[in-house]
């Protein structure tokens, strides 16, 4: 989990015509050291506490069967590294458990609390499904099938139906399976790699990145890694697999850690995902082969290697000016999205029905979209629908109050019970993110939220006759809709007119299960399937087209006539279909295609590019055809595919454009973009001459990339040996000689601190200085002679990393002394900028060294926040690791590891990038401690630290 900000919202919307005026009213719950503490909902709907611990502890995720029993996976042993097994949170040694929770009575609550299974093969597991008498239950290396036999709610046989996913007690790592509406399996896993699964028809999967850490079991990741289907997969995953275990394919890639993805019955993959500021949280509509671009493509650099001048923390840190990265969807802010699902269901009223709704644990609240159909995507409208808080709101004067518990609401899972009521599960605690858990008593909730006034109730599924099958088939609770659809499928082509007669529902999500459903139902089904791709209903032509593809039925003609769809979602489809289809093939879609694009749509865009991928210099010429000018009279159109595309043979035609003052600035970025991501020497030599540009934009653009470049892409293509050929300076030289002396044997102690205090005052020397210490190279009297000496260097990164190695003399500072202190925020303002602002961002003023803080009041509590300030190594952000690198000839930097391969670079505490190469490297140390001082060597005492606090806390 991780954590983000609140936006108020006014809940006045018009909703399928319906206009709904939503205030937030008040439900009273239980809280263990509150009970004032408050659940706030729509005044439509109701919230009620229906089951706490300790008839469950910790809950992580959920899902609930056909007769409404919530089904729960524990994390009492998570974090189980960090404590001893007899301090643990749970009186649970062997393994975390799955619990099943009943409201056997009806009245709304459970009383009915029983272990489905306690195993040592569960340590924090992340996600569950219910599909008839099998358990899937998704724990990092495995994903487990628990299989009760014979009904008893006991396993009685148990399969590790997949292994080998990176991630053991992680947050990043194998998420929640799901039905999809085709029948097949969809689950998710985070960057916590590496990920080598191999399904049971032989199929491996290879993918990583760059991000190790948060756990000591998580250190041999890495990217570029290729899979059996000779691709590069990166980052976080979207996965689809048969239920018997075959026909593993990545859907999606490049998250960070998508705690879950769900699916609409119409096809659609939902997701969202956190990040590594405070920022940049996002909610996404998730297209088929979508990179999702938290890393650079190939899994090797970070986000901020990656930020380019002028881009903002959001496109910078999802790669949204990269082309072949999926567009970013609502960006949510601060926070720490968890549990995702998409209501089909009419129980909680019309208004509700196709809401998608996300848990965001960080901000204490749950959002709910309704998607709109934009081109060939969706614009995503946020609202704030479920809260501990009785409004969305920026500031929060409450947080000044230490005992206030209206924070640890932490939803980490929302699911859809056959009832057609939401379950919330809540994760108490005063901390997200950062692998960490402060509850020590492992509380944990479940609401049930239902509209005002009406009870819900479950009902009885009869799976013996086929009318009982179509209405388990039309149940709002997902896994429980497989149910209805695996048995109908068994009986094949004599129910097709029983499952047509769904064709006319009134609710939508229904018409679009039972075109999944005939698809699968012999020939009949296929036949009545294939003549609703004529429907005048755009939904139905797209779903109709989905299932065909899903049984290998969209052959070339279907393609074809597909490609010319008066819909850009269908189009969109037939794009992504072509991805794996010879050019010849796939010539006469794909021309279509690039007919109906009218260069704005980055949902079409995207799917374009897709068909085209393997064959870019085939489609190019397409676009060359069907928009014919020169460079600098290009239309949108031409421009975008060009720069989608980047073919190598469109160099010279990229460096035109960029080079031509008759095209506007922001054209002939795009345009030095396309040619930096094209990987051939012509290409950097292209953008070479660009840098003596007359246009300054051009030539400044061009500088940026060439330097970039060099260090990654294009490091083998030229010999770009120019300052590192430069000879040694004088000044160089002498700090190593004194280096000498302080390292001597021979050398009296004098004669080390004098040399060592020498060095001290220069920017080189007091980096060698902490490199010898950090190696116990470096005499103790001779650090104590320098200690004071360092934090004076004139060099920013040396001052910060003296910090974690000579310390200042001076007394150790209490957090719970100095949050009893009263906070002067001006004067914490003045603090921030004298001490914070040169590494950290808050507002408009600071810089982008270390995480952006503006949001932090979203994230932490004053407590929280204190702490992380006085212990600033006790939890380190992603991506935010310390490494020290010497080099063969005697260099050592220090800072953030951006990216590792053939270069390696690391940003230092002053924001300088170093680039290094990898073959030049001796030694390479990941540090145990944060980059940032701690406040005793800034000389802070606990009245700054309370007015620090109280200045960011207020913002």
Request: net charge neutral.
């Amino acid at each position: 989990m991780k954590a983000k900000s609140l936006i108020l919202i006014r809940y006045a919307t018009i909703i399928l015509g319906v206009t709904l005026l939503v205030s937030l009213t008040a439900v009273k719950v239980w809280a263990p050291t509150d009970e004032n503490s408050r659940l706030y909902v729509p005044d439509d709907l109701e919230a009620t506490l229906w089951a706490e611990a300790p008839m469950f502890y910790n809950p992580t995720n959920m899902d609930i069967d056909a007769r409404g029993r919530v089904w729960i996976t524990e994390a009492v042993n998570y974090r189980s590294f960090k404590t001893e097994p007899e301090k643990r949170l749970s009186h649970q040694q062997k393994g975390d458990r799955v619990m099943i929770l009943e409201d056997r009575d009806g009245d709304g609550k459970a009383e009915s609390s029983k272990v489905y299974v306690e195993d040592t093969l569960l340590t924090a597991p992340l996600g569950i499904a219910v599909i008839d008498n099998k358990v899937i239950v998704s724990c990092a290396p495995n994903l487990i099938i628990y299989t009760d036999t014979n009904g008893d709610d006991k396993p009685d046989e148990r399969e590790v139906f997949l292994t080998g996913f990176g991630g053991f007690d992680h947050d990043h790592s194998l998420h929640s399976l799901v039905t999809g509406p085709d029948g097949r399996w969809y689950f998710n896993t985070g960057n916590a790699g590496p990920h080598t699964v191999t399904d049971k028809s032989g199929w491996t999967l290879n993918s990583g990145a760059l991000y190790n850490g948060g756990t000591p079991y998580n250190n041999t990741n890495s990217g570029n890694r290729k899979s059996d289907d000779g691709r590069v997969w990166v980052g976080g995953l979207a996965l689809r697999i048969n239920p018997d275990g075959t026909g593993l394919k990545v859907l999606g890639h490049n998250f960070r850690n998508s705690y879950e993805v769900c699916l609409d019955s119409y096809g659609n993959m939902w997701q969202n995902d956190n990040d590594d500021q405070v920022v940049t949280c996002r909610v996404s509509f998730l297209p088929e082969n979508g990179n999702a671009g938290y890393f650079a493509a190939d899994g090797t650099r970070f986000w901020q290697a990656d930020r380019r001048p002028g881009q903002t923390m959001f496109e910078a840190h999802w790669h949204q000016d990269d082309p072949g990265v999926m567009p970013a969807g609502d960006n949510s802010g601060a926070g720490s999205p968890t549990g995702i699902v998409f209501y089909e269901g009419d129980a909680m009223g019309a208004q509700y029905r196709g809401t998608l709704l996300s848990c965001e644990a960080g901000r204490n609240v749950v959002f709910a979209y309704q998607p709109e159909q934009t081109g060939a995507g969706f614009s995503l409208k946020r609202k704030d629908l479920i809260s501990s808080f009785p409004q969305a709101s920026e500031r929060y004067e409450w947080f000044e109050t230490d005992t206030d518990t209206r924070k640890w609401f932490r939803p980490s899972d929302i699911a859809v019970g056959p009832d057609g009521a939401w379950y919330v599960a809540d994760w108490y605690d005063p901390i997200v993110g950062g692998h960490a858990m402060q509850d020590k008593k492992g509380y944990g909730r479940i609401y049930r939220i239902t509209p005002k006034g009406k009870k819900l109730t479950t009902p009885n599924l009869d799976l013996s006759t086929t009318a009982g099958m179509i209405d388990a088939l039309k149940s709002p609770a997902v896994n429980v809709r497989a149910l209805g659809f695996n048995a109908l499928q068994k009986k094949g082509d004599v129910v097709v007119g029983e499952v047509k007669k769904l064709l006319t529902a009134e609710n939508p999500y229904h018409r679009a299960r039972a075109i999944w459903l005939m698809a699968q139902l012999g020939d009949q089904g296929k036949s009545e399937v294939k003549k609703l791709l004529d429907s005048p209903q755009a939904d139905e032509r797209l779903v109709a087209f989905r299932a065909l593809r899903s049984i290998g039925e969209a052959n070339q003609a279907v393609l074809e006539r597909m490609a010319k769809d008066r819909d850009a979602a269908v189009r969109r489809e037939v794009g992504i279909a072509l991805r794996d289809i010879p050019f010849a093939e796939a010539k006469a879609s794909i021309a279509q295609l690039i007919k109906t694009y009218d260069g704005k749509d980055p949902w079409l865009l995207e799917a374009i590019g897709t068909a085209a991928d393997g064959k870019e210099n085939e489609v190019y010429e397409l676009v060359k055809q069907t928009f014919r000018a020169s460079p600098a009279q290009w239309l949108l159109p031409r421009a975008a595919l060009t720069w989608r595309l980047h073919p190598a043979q469109a160099t010279d035609d990229l460096k035109a454009r960029a080079i031509s003052a008759k095209v506007d600035a922001a054209e002939r970025r795009k345009a030095l973009t396309a040619l930096a991501f094209i990987n051939t020497k012509k290409a950097a030599e292209n953008m070479l001459a660009l840098t003596k540009s007359p246009l300054p934009d051009v030539s400044s653009t061009a500088l940026y990339w060439v330097n970039f470049r060099q260090t990654n892409d294009w490091a083998d293509l030229m010999d770009w040996e120019t300052a590192a050929a430069q000879a040694m300076t004088p000044a160089y030289k002498k700090m190593l000689e004194l280096k000498e002396v302080v390292r001597d044997k021979s050398s009296t102690e004098a004669q080390k601190i004098e040399a060592a205090r020498r060095m001290a005052d220069n920017a080189n020397g007091g980096n060698m200085l902490i490199d010898m210490k950090s190696q116990g190279q470096l005499p103790g009297k001779v650090a104590e002679a320098v200690s004071e000496q360092l934090f004076r260097n004139p060099d920013q990164n040396v001052r910060v990393l003296a910090s974690q190695f000579f310390p200042r003399a001076g007394k150790v500072l209490r957090v719970d002394f100095a949050a009893r202190m009263k906070a002067d925020p001006k004067h914490g303002q003045q603090v921030f900028t004298n001490n914070c602002a040169s590494c950290h961002r808050h507002g408009e003023s600071g810089a982008d060294i270390g995480p952006d803080l503006t949001m932090i009041h979203q994230k932490f509590d004053k407590i929280t926040l204190l702490d992380a300030i006085v212990n600033p190594s006790a939890s380190i952000v992603f991506g935010y690791e310390a490494y020290t690198i010497t080099t063969k000839n005697g260099e050592s930097y220090f800072g953030f590891l951006l990216s590792d391969g053939p270069t390696v670079v690391l940003k230092d505490a002053a924001g300088k990038q170093h680039a290094i190469k990898a073959d030049q490297i001796k030694s390479r140390e990941k540090l145990p401690n944060s980059l940032m001082p701690d406040p005793t060597s800034l000389g802070l005492d606990e009245q700054a630290l309370a007015d620090l606090t109280g200045y960011l806390m207020s913002f």
